[in-house]
């Protein structure tokens, strides 16, 4: 979550594929994903990872738009042990849609006694994070 917030809004939110980018001024949320953590390798091969970012206020109503406006997220998904990312959903215009983005992470993998486990991080980012 603090990778996310270390980097622009425009680059948080943008539905972008990773690059391999480790320039803050450059990074998107993918090239994020990409990077495998030290504490992963405890869960093992089962662990998939989940970076959901959506629109959370329409810049032009001022209303809620996280989830009761049906827009579609930008989702990224990465299993463990893996640097591959994937694109689940996309939507370029979040970045220009909304004036804040909500950033939900989620952690599922299946314990040592073959229980499914989750964790779950959520936070919300407002434009005027390093730069827009």
């Known amino acids: ?54 629109g959370y206020m329409t810049a032009s109503t001022g209303g809620t738009g996280y989830p009761s406006d049906g827009s579609t997220p930008n989702q990224w998904t990465r299993s463990g042990g893996s640097t591959t990312v994937t ?17 939900d992470i989620r952690l599922s993998w299946t314990s040592a006694n073959g229980r499914t486990r989750n964790r779950e991080l959520s936070s919300v980012f407002g434009k005027g994070n390093l730069s827009q």
């Open 1 to 54: 979550m603090e990778a996310l917030r270390g980097i622009s809004y425009t680059h948080a939110a943008s539905n972008a594929a990773a690059t391999g980018s480790t320039d803050p001024s450059t990074m998107d949320a993918a090239d994020i994903l990409q990077t495998l953590t030290t504490s992963e390798a405890q869960l093992g091969s089962s662990l998939t990872e989940t970076v959901t970012i959506s």
């Open 87 to 103: 694109l689940a959903q996309s939507n370029s215009t979040i970045a220009t849609t909304y004036d804040l983005i909500q950033v």
